[in-house]
């Protein structure tokens, strides 16, 4: 596979490495994406009856079941080729920051350090009263609910129409405003606000970079475009970097 050269480089040369990861990079390990023709979640499930509060209002069992559903899967998947080569990368790089959108865990199973999530983590549920995460129910109790107290337990995810949490939202965009290389890998770039990073990030005079098999709408913001998957990509880059 051939990389160009000015982009190793760079790499080589990168004071703050800030990748932005979506569905993509776990889709190797076997987690669908959300968006893929066919085999993505919303061409098959519709996101207002499984990914919004009010659906799970309406059919709380039918939510907990999805979820329970992906943590299985996520649970018998492992960490890809594209995941690791991001653990070396963060050993190699003197600042490296990590945002994920994916909730499956596998950027932690991999090895990397801190990885900011902005949509949450399908490991936790909290108490739908008061937002208290609980790490520890049972669950073959659909839909779960609190040990302590016995109000409904919900995914800690992020749903449609609702905020990112903050702090990992205001980390995300500090540190897309201060690195000088931007990595978008594997994600469709179309949910704001994590589709606004890259955009940060090229404004504050990043060089951005997209890994992706497919065009998008953040594809004209990129210095470097490398059409493939990121599990072959990722490792490629490495050993063209630090032959
Ligand atoms: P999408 O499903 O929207 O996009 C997945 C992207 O991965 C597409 O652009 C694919 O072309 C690309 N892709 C597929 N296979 C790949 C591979 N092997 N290597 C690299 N790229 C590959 O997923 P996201 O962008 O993550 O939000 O979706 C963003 C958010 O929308 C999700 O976090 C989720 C969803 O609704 C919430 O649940 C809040």
């Not at 649970?75 to 190699?92: D, S, Y």
């Not at 951005?208 to 210095?223: D, F, K, R, S």
């Not at 998957?229 to 970097?241: F, R």
């Amino acid at each position: 596979m051939s990389l160009p050269a000015e982009l190793c480089q760079r790499l080589r040369a990168a004071r703050h490495l800030c990748v932005l990861t979506g569905a993509g990079i776990s889709a190797e390990s076997g987690v669908p994406t959300f968006r893929d023709h066919q085999t993505g979640f919303w061409s098959r499930y519709r996101p207002e009856d499984l990914a919004t509060v009010d659906g799970f209002r309406r059919d709380p069992k039918l939510v907990s079941d999805w979820y329970a559903e992906r943590r299985r899967l996520c649970a018998a998947v492992e960490p890809n080729p594209g995941h690791r080569a991001l653990v070396e990368l963060e050993r190699r790089l003197p600042r490296f920051t990590l945002i994920t959108q994916n909730i499956d865990g596998l950027h932690q199973r991999a090895g990397s350090r801190a990885p900011i999530e902005l949509h949450g983590s399908l490991l936790r549920l909290r108490r739908l009263s008061d937002d208290r995460v609980v790490t520890a129910w049972d669950e073959t109790e659909s839909p779960p609910r609190c040990p302590e107290t016995g109000v409904l337990l919900r995914p800690d995810v992020v749903w449609f129409g609702e905020p990112l949490p903050a702090a990992p939202m205001a980390a995300a965009t500090a540190a897309a405003g201060d690195c000088d290389l931007f990595f978008c890998i594997g994600t469709s770039a179309l949910v704001y606000p994590a589709a606004g990073l890259p955009l940060t990030a090229s404004a504050a005079g990043a060089t951005v970079v997209e890994l992706n098999p497919e065009p998008t709408p953040i594809t004209h913001l990129a210095a470097f475009t490398l059409r493939g998957k990121a599990g072959e990509l990722l490792p490629a880059l490495l050993t063209a970097t630090w032959p």
